[in-house]
């Protein structure tokens, strides 16, 4: 049997997406209470929310909204993490448990030389598309190259 590389690929990039969940999921919360929501962003979500991103970017005149357009249209899938602000829980705990999460998603896929990069522009969009029902998102948008897409981000621009 042989296995292409682009369907090892693929697949690997969808077991690692999983595990990243798996990761926020699992990671520490203050007080313990578990407001952290995850999703998954692949195929036409994906697609969407990039083509919103890039709107949104020219619309606003912002070149680097533009150019995480173009890497999350590039990327193999999308993780979306976010967090839900609950009634008598401080919001900067909630952000805390955020930034904890996605530490822990971040480092799955570096520990499995999958390249990633945090992008707040990738959850201020999520947020309003409803890709995810958090009340403050981050994305992780996820890419296996031969060379990082997320590393010479000044020539990555999108036009």
């Given at each position: 049997m042989t296995i292409k590389s682009e369907d090892a690929e693929r697949d690997?990039?969808?077991?690692v997406?999983?595990?990243?969940?798996?990761?926020?999921?699992?990671?520490p919360k203050a007080r313990g209470r578990d407001t952290v929501v995850t999703a998954?962003?692949?195929g036409e979500d994906k697609n969407r929310l990039a083509d919103e991103m890039e709107r949104a970017g020219k619309e606003k005149n912002l070149p680097q909204r533009i150019r995480d357009a173009g890497n999350v249209r590039n990327s193999e899938l999308v993780i979306s993490v976010g967090v839900r602000y609950e009634e008598g829980s401080p919001k900067?705990?909630?952000?805390?448990?955020?930034?904890?999460?996605l530490g822990s998603?971040?480092?799955?896929?570096?520990?499995?030389?999958?390249?990633?990069?945090?992008?707040?522009?990738?959850?201020?969009?999520a947020e309003k598309m409803k890709l995810l029902q958090?009340?403050?998102?981050v994305g992780i948008?996820?890419?296996?190259?031969?060379?990082?897409?997320?590393?010479?981000?000044?020539?990555a621009v999108a036009t």
């Open positions: 690997a990039a969808l077991e997406a999983k595990l990243m969940l798996v990761a926020a999921r699992t990671a998954i962003l692949g900067e705990l909630k952000l805390v448990d955020l930034g904890i999460a998603a971040a480092k799955v896929a570096g520990d499995l030389n999958v390249d990633n990069r945090i992008m707040r522009s990738i959850g201020e969009i958090a009340d403050y998102a948008p996820i890419s296996i190259r031969g060379k990082s897409i997320f590393f010479d981000r000044s020539s």
